[in-house]
């Protein structure tokens, strides 16, 4: 994410902006429609992840390809859904575009969306996942979340600065 909203300050990629914007004041009008709509500001992200999706880690690059699967890894529920992978794969596809560039990967669910949430303890001999990971010890979670199947592609430095943000930022709750 390189480009910054002039209105509101949110971040796109360059992919992402107005096709007759300037390549010197490149704009996006996704995030706030060119200062028509005007939302709440968020707070700074930690400079841990703001280093991390500026690309300024040795770790950014596996984080930027892979981070929907941290972003499941760290989750509290799962997803209960039928996605439509369809809509990917139509003939002559890398389908869609944004303002007539490349667009990114689209999720799209058919039917009903569900959070699943199991009991909090895991049964005997499994492995806990989701929020059962957030009553053990955080170097435990960390070692039953770099284990599972899903995660093998995942660096554990990584998970660990993300794991350590979650566990300070939300430190009463956890």
């Not at 990114?104 to 909090?120: C, D, E, I």
């Not at 957030?134 to 660096?155: K, R, T, V, W």
Request: glycine letters at 6%; aromatic letters at 10%.
């Amino acid at each position: 994410m390189d480009i910054k909203c002039p209105k509101c300050g949110a971040l796109h990629w360059m992919a992402e902006c107005i096709s007759n914007s300037s390549d010197c004041f490149p704009t996006s009008g996704m995030c706030c429609f060119s200062g028509k709509f005007v939302h709440p500001k968020l707070g700074y992200p930690s400079a841990e992840l703001n280093a991390l999706l500026q690309n300024n880690m040795p770790q950014s690059k596996n984080f930027l390809n892979h981070i929907w699967q941290y972003n499941n890894a760290l989750a509290m529920t799962s997803l209960g859904l039928t996605v439509d992978h369809a809509i990917n794969n139509r003939p002559g596809s890398y389908v869609f575009k944004v303002q007539g560039r490349p667009g990114p990967y689209v999720f799209k669910v058919q039917g009903r969306l569900t959070h699943r949430a199991g009991s909090l303890l895991p049964q005997i001999g499994v492995t806990p996942l989701y929020a059962q990971l957030y009553i053990f010890d955080p170097a435990e979670a960390l070692n039953f979340c770099m284990q599972h199947p899903a995660n093998s592609g995942l660096d554990r430095t990584t998970m660990s600065i993300l794991q350590d943000m979650l566990y300070h930022s939300h430190s009463a709750s956890i």
